[in-house]
């Protein structure tokens, strides 16, 4: 399981996850890691990590792993021997700490203060919850003034971040997880992933019309359109050939290798079967000669994520079988989609 515990590295760790006592003062959770979580998480610095939920080994201690996923002052305050807080970071991206991926914005009840800093209480309710119900009494000795978490759909701070590996706290792929057989439970009810009830199938809608692409094969990429009323998506691929042309081989407008496809075919829910075509016999904005009817050469499958990520699977006759992941090429069309 993916960030098991809370996204702490050296100590001292301050506790940013407090509540306002009504006497007076600031509760703490752990003043540092090694203050309870290494209870059960073990050493934060050494070892082998071996999640508490499913028993994955991560293959190496907390601090490294985590230096996969984010920079080091995306949780410390400068340098990496510095202090680490839970609320808020050096980082001007990965800005908000442990709570970027173990906190929700929409659980934040408001502000408090400690150690005379400002920062947002409530975000790590979830988080909470979820320990709570190994150990009872494991938080709420401390915070006893959570509210309701909000539903798994709502993702931590740091998923919409361009800079992010992780999209999706209703994921159906594994792409929250990375580790073991399941992500993060956001809102401690027990339930993970795509199969907690707060997380509705995604469906196809209007906001998909866009231009989606692979950043690892920048230079190519499909534009959509969907037609909800029909029931129709169609896609055209900008692509490229599957061998470059002898170097001799020339091109009056374009370039040699260059690749047209078209795609079309239904939806339903968040997955689209689409045909693949190949048009040929054309020339550049003229009527003669005319252009024979498209060739059918293999199909394409995509399945969208969400709103900003979707997987292309393609059969194509001469260029094989493939799955491509797909994102967004600019974000306009992202709170469409979302209000749709």
Not at 59 to 70: A, I, S
Not at 166 to 195: H, P, V, W
Request: with cysteine; hydrophobic share 30%.
């Amino acid at each position: 399981m993916l960030f098991n515990s809370s996204r702490h590295a050296l100590s001292p760790i301050k506790g940013f996850l407090w509540l306002t006592l009504a006497c007076c003062g600031t509760a703490w959770a752990y003043d540092d890691y090694g203050g309870g979580c290494d209870t059960c998480h073990g050493d934060f610095r050494s070892g082998v990590y071996e999640s508490n939920h499913d028993g994955a080994s991560w293959g190496t201690d907390l601090m490294t792993k985590h230096g996969e996923w984010v920079t080091c002052t995306g949780c410390h305050q400068s340098d990496f021997s510095a202090d680490v807080l839970l609320n808020q970071s050096a980082d001007g991206t990965f800005s908000k700490s442990c709570v970027g991926c173990h906190g929700r914005d929409e659980d934040v009840t408001g502000n408090c203060v400690g150690d005379d800093s400002p920062v947002e209480c409530g975000s790590g309710a979830g988080l909470r919850q979820t320990h709570e119900a190994v150990s009872q009494g494991a938080c709420s000795g401390c915070h006893s003034g959570d509210a309701t978490p909000v539903g798994e759909d709502f993702n931590p701070y740091n998923y919409s971040l361009e800079a992010s590996t992780i999209k999706n706290s209703c994921d159906a792929d594994g792409s929250e997880s990375q580790i073991g057989s399941t992500g993060l439970d956001n809102d401690g009810d027990g339930q993970r992933d795509a199969s907690d009830s707060d997380c509705g199938q995604f469906s196809i809608n209007a906001g998909m019309n866009d231009a989606w692409f692979n950043p690892e094969t920048n230079g190519q990429g499909v534009l959509v359109a969907v037609f909800k009323e029909t029931g129709l998506l169609f896609l055209a691929w900008f692509t490229f050939d599957v061998e470059r042309p002898p170097e001799d081989v020339t091109a009056i407008l374009g370039e040699p290798g260059h690749r047209w496809l078209t795609a079309q075919g239904p939806f339903e829910g968040d997955t689209a079967t689409l045909d693949v075509f190949v048009s040929s016999g054309g020339v550049f904005d003229s009527p003669e000669p005319v252009v024979p009817p498209p060739v059918s050469v293999g199909t394409i499958t995509i399945k969208w994520h969400d709103c900003t990520s979707a997987t292309l699977t393609y059969d194509i006759e001469s260029a094989g079988q493939g799955e491509i992941p797909l994102v967004r090429a600019a974000p306009d069309n992202v709170a469409l989609c979302e209000a749709l």
